[in-house]
């Protein structure tokens, strides 16, 4: 907050503007609705005017109630304020002048914090928006298929992964060549020499 250090005494303040306005003292306190004395002692930094005082002050002399508290130490210097209470104490400027800019400068302070809320609404309400639209227009997703395991080859396996008990018997194969092929015997041939064998036993028999 602004200190009597900072800004002029808020009684210097207000017999600035009275003169730069060209009214007399009585004039003023008719006009803010105050005693002349009291007006007088506001004036020389003997007492301190209340808010309400201030702004009817503020409001008689022409100039933002904002300005009168800023320089009364009641307000930051935040939120243009100090822009207010400068074009209320230039003395360069008419009571007219000084009302016209006070009037332009809120007007346009009103109009960008206007444009700042809607340009805000309109970025949340676009960022929805697209939102929405991505997550209807993306597609579901594929069920993962099942893994396939290959079969584990059991036993121990050379340096290139390939089963022993294959490689082994890949070489004996290649050594010794194709196995032959297995032959059945004719039922018949087993019948005749069965014949054969019982008759040799019976000739045996009667040469003896």
Avoid at 4 to 31: H, M, T
């Amino acid at each position: 907050m602004a200190t009597s250090k900072d800004l002029p005494d808020v009684g210097g303040f207000i017999r600035d503007l009275r003169r730069n306005a060209k009214i007399s003292l009585r004039q003023l306190a008719e006009q803010a609705g105050v005693s002349n004395p009291y007006l007088s002692q506001i004036e020389r930094g003997l007492r301190k005017p209340s808010a309400e005082v201030l702004q009817q002050l503020a409001s008689a002399l022409r100039v933002s109630t904002p300005a009168m508290y800023l320089r009364a130490g009641l307000l930051d210097d935040k939120e243009g304020q100090g822009v207010l209470a400068a074009i209320a104490v230039d003395p360069e400027l008419t009571m007219a002048q000084k009302q016209s800019l006070t009037q332009i400068y809120e007007t346009f302070r009103r109009e960008n914090a206007r444009l700042a809320e809607a340009t805000e609404a309109a970025t949340t309400a676009e960022t929805a928006a697209t939102a929405e639209k991505t997550a209807a227009t993306e597609p579901a997703s594929a069920p993962e298929a099942p893994a396939t395991v290959a079969a584990a080859a059991t036993g121990p396996v050379t340096p290139e992964g390939t089963p022993t008990e294959a490689v082994l018997e890949s070489v004996a194969v290649t050594e010794a060549g194709a196995a032959p092929a297995p032959t059945t015997a004719a039922p018949q041939d087993t019948t005749a020499r069965r014949a054969a064998r019982k008759a040799a036993g019976a000739a045996e028999e009667e040469q003896s």
